[in-house]
C-alpha cells in the first residue's frame, strides 16, 4: 500500500525520491497520477482506445527508465507530457503508414465525412456523445502539429509557456499553430452550427 | 440557412465537453508486472540519432578524401623520384649503370630507408658527393639478374659492385671495363709463339 504522504507531495519532490531513492512508492503515485490525463491526451490525438493506453504504458516505461533524464528545472508534467507526445507522434506516423490515409501529409484537405442531416433523428442531434464523436472525427483530421497543440491547450489545460517548453519552439509559434488548429476545427464543425 | 460562425468560446466549450478517457483498471497492474519481468521491448534500446544519415555520407566522403590525398601524395612523391633520377644518372632504359673512375674511391655508403646514397671521393677534387636517389620500388624493378645472363653485345666485362651498408654484395649495379679480349688473347698467343720458337 502507498504511504498516505506521497499524495499530498508535489510532482518534482516525488520524482527526485524516486531519482535518488529508486523509490517505487513515488513511481506509483506519479503514474497515479497521470495514467488519466496521458490516456485521454494520447486517444485525442490517436483516436484509438486500446493504442492510446499501450501508448500511456510505454511513456511510463520510460519514464522508469530513463528517471535520471528529468532534469529539476524543468515541471514534471512537460518532461511526462513530452515523452508521451514523441511517442504518441512516432506511432500515429507507423499507423498512417499503414492505412495509407494520404501521401502529402496534409489531412486539412481531405473532407469531412458527415452523415446526411436529413437521416439523423432530433435525439441523436442533441446527443452529447454524437457531438463528442464528431468533434473527436474533425480533431482527427486537423494537421499533426496543430492538433497536438491544440490538445494540449484546450483540453489538456497547458499554457502556452509550457507547450513551448514541450515543443522546443517558440511562444509565437505555438500561438499561431494553436490558431490555424482552431481555425481548421472551426470550418470542419460549422455544419452542426449551421442552425 | 443563416450562417454562424463558431466563436473561439464555443469551440473552447466543445473540446472542453469532450468525456475524460481513462486508464483501464489493470493499467497499474500490468505495468508492474512489465516492470518486473524487465518486459521493455524497444523502449531501453537508445535512440538512433536523427542526424545519422547526414553522418554517413560526409564520413565516407572524408575517408575516401583521405584515400585520394594518400594516393596522389605517394604519386607525387613518386614522380618527383623519377625526375631525380633521369637528371642525375644517365643510362639505359632498364640497367643504371654507374662509371666509377680507377682513381675514385667509395668511402662512404649510407642506405636510409629504400634510398641509397653513395659518396666517391675523387683524387683530382675534393670531395664530390652523389646525392642520388635511388629507389627500390617493385613498379621500377627491373631484373638484373636476367639481364646480366644475356649475352652483352659489346663484349665489355661486368663487374658487380655492392650497394647499401650491407656487408654481402648486392647484384643491383654494374661497372663497364673496357678490356679488349681479343687483344689481350692475341698477344698471349704471339708470346707462347715466340718461345716455342725460341726453344726450338
Redesign the interface.
Known sequence: MLNLDYKILSDEVLIKDFQENDNLDAY?EL??RY??P???FV??FIGD?EL??DI???T???F??KKNSYQTIAKFSTWLYTIATNLARNEYKRKRRRTFLSLNNDDSEIPLQVEDEKILSPERETD??F??EE??KALLRVKPVYREM?ILR??EGFSYEEIAEMKKTSLGTVKSRINRG?NH??IM??KY??? | MKSKKISDNELLNLLQGLPKEKAPENFEFNLMTRIQNKQFGNLQKEEKSIFWWIALPSGTIVISAFILFAVLFNNSKQTSNFVNKTKTVQGKHDVIYVVLPEENQISERKSISNEIFVKITNSNLNSSKINQALPLISKNNVSLDGYLDKPIPNSYNATLVSSGSSTEPVRNFVTKQSIKVQNEKAKKDSIKAKKKLKTK
Request: charged content about 30%; overall charge positive; cysteine-free.
Open positions: 506509483q503514474v497515479r495514467k488519466d496521458l490516456t485521454n486517444y485525442r482506445k492510446a493506453v500511456v504504458q510505454d511510463m516505461v520510460k522508469y527508465l452529447n456523445s457531438i463528442a468533434v473527436q491544440v484546450d483540453i482552431r476545427l472551426k464543425l460549422q452550427y449551421e442552425k
